[in-house]
């Protein structure tokens, strides 16, 4: 525990200055950094077993990575077709959850996959950094929501969880563990969304949003426990003492930040 506090105690003031002190080009260029390092420990998830499989596919992935946020910034309508696909993906992936047995095997599923599961979120994220108004901001609220929301279930979880949530995926996790993430959730919206100037049906409508990227997060976690799981692996890596790897931090954010640029996009919200 001593190790896990350490270590966030270093990284989230490193996160929020990031965040709101960096040009948007620099910030896409320091998570498109940690994004490949994600798809480096995508490659045990696979798995790929060989040194030369693995790094041949991190300078793929980087390859269309970068052509992706090229091809975006000729054309940037085109992101409003992919976070459909992204935010099916997760719907997908919830369903998914309910058989864990299936897909152990499907090597070649998941070689694609990383261009669903991870591409969308770095270029959603990037978007919304960048975005006219309050883009920072809101940048940072995705990331202090999944902490609250994850902060939320750990304490209901521990105190009051009886009910187990998915047992076969993640044992530890509780629905009123959930209960408790979705309540710390909606109170961090609800003063969020006064800070950005919502009053009425728009900030009911954040509110909402926020409960929907909280209970979508829940998935993205529980998609790399499954993951995980099937490759008898603890954590993704152990670049953070106590925390393990990028992916043991960034899963539920993954899939929360195309869903959140999304449900600004189509409720028209800041």
């Not at 009425?200 to 998609?223: E, H, N, P, T």
């Amino acid at each position: 525990m001593l190790k896990r506090l350490l270590t966030a105690a270093v990284l989230i003031p490193l996160v929020v200055w990031g965040i709101l002190r960096l040009s948007t080009p620099l910030f896409v260029a320091a998570t498109g950094a940690f994004i490949a390092l994600a798809v480096w420990e995508w490659t045990g998830l696979i798995p790929l077993r060989t040194l030369p499989a693995k790094i041949l596919y991190l300078l793929g992935s980087i390859a269309v990575a970068g052509g992706a946020w090229y091809v975006l910034q000729q054309q940037p309508e085109l992101l409003t077709g992919l976070l459909p696909v992204a935010v099916a993906w997760w719907i997908l992936a919830a369903v998914w959850l309910r058989w864990p047995q299936v897909g152990r095997d499907w090597v070649a599923f998941k070689f694609v996959l990383v261009a669903i599961a991870l591409l969308p979120a770095w270029l959603a994220l990037a978007a919304l950094h960048g975005r006219a108004q309050h883009g920072p901001e809101l940048a940072l609220f995705i990331f202090v929501l999944m902490w609250v929301a994850d902060s939320g279930a750990y304490f209901a979880g521990k105190s009051f969880g009886r009910h187990k949530l998915a047992p076969r995926v993640s044992p530890g996790k509780t629905w009123e563990g959930v209960a408790g993430g979705l309540t710390a959730s909606a109170l961090l919206a609800a003063f969020a969304g006064h800070w950005f100037g919502l009053n009425g049906q728009g900030l009911v409508a954040f509110v909402g949003l926020a409960l929907v990227c909280a209970a979508i997060s829940i998935v993205g976690d529980l998609f790399f426990s499954l993951l995980k799981r099937q490759q008898n692996l603890k954590d993704t890596g152990q670049l953070f003492p106590g925390h393990g790897g990028i992916l043991d931090r960034i899963d539920s954010l993954l899939a929360a930040v195309p869903v959140f640029l999304y449900g600004l996009n189509e409720l028209a919200l800041l």
